[in-house]
């Protein structure tokens, strides 16, 4: 998340910060896809990964990018995606927890992955990347396209830096 909150008013450069959610979304599908057993041994520290930058790439999108969001663009229409998105970061958070429970039970238990919970994340993959592109292809260009947004996505980064 280096530099997330150097914006330079430009809403674009945001989706750059989605490369973190592509690199392990395709990283988990390679290594799915080889079966790669030393992948999947270490499959708590990915994961541990994942939720420390996921979760504050969401923090970052729910005080900066949603408000500046709602604030630029009040139309009906554009509030429930935002509200959708929103809604779909609990979802997701919620699953992340699950899926990192049942991989910390394995671990103590000393069970074997099963396919039930490789599918459960390839789910939760393929879910994560369907949220990033909705933003990417629909929330960011409608920032893009306004400009009282795009202004008010640099004030709030700036205060949240101040928090």
């Known amino acids: 998340m280096n530099g997330i909150y150097n914006i330079n008013n430009d809403i674009a450069k945001i989706a750059k910060e989605h490369t973190l959610i592509t690199e392990y979304v395709v990283s988990f599908n390679k290594n799915l896809k080889n079966r790669d057993k030393k992948f999947f041994k270490g499959i708590a520290s990915f994961f541990n990964f994942l939720e420390k930058e996921l979760l504050s790439h969401f923090r970052f999108e729910e005080v900066v990018i949603f408000p500046a ?19 779909e970061h609990g979802m997701l958070e919620n699953r992340l927890q699950s899926l990192m429970a049942e991989i910390k039970n394995l671990q103590t238990s000393h069970k074997k992955l ?6 459960e994340m ?22 893009d396209a306004n400009p009282k947004a795009k202004a008010l996505i640099e004030v709030y980064a700036k205060e949240l830096t101040n928090i």
């Open 122 to 143: 390839s789910g939760f993959f393929d879910d994560l990347k369907t949220h990033a592109k909705r933003e990417m292809t629909d929330l960011f260009p409608m920032m």
């Open 69 to 87: 969001s709602l604030v630029g663009e009040s139309k009906y229409g554009h509030i429930l995606m935002v509200m959708t998105l929103q809604k």
């Open 114 to 119: 099963s396919n039930e919970l490789i599918e």
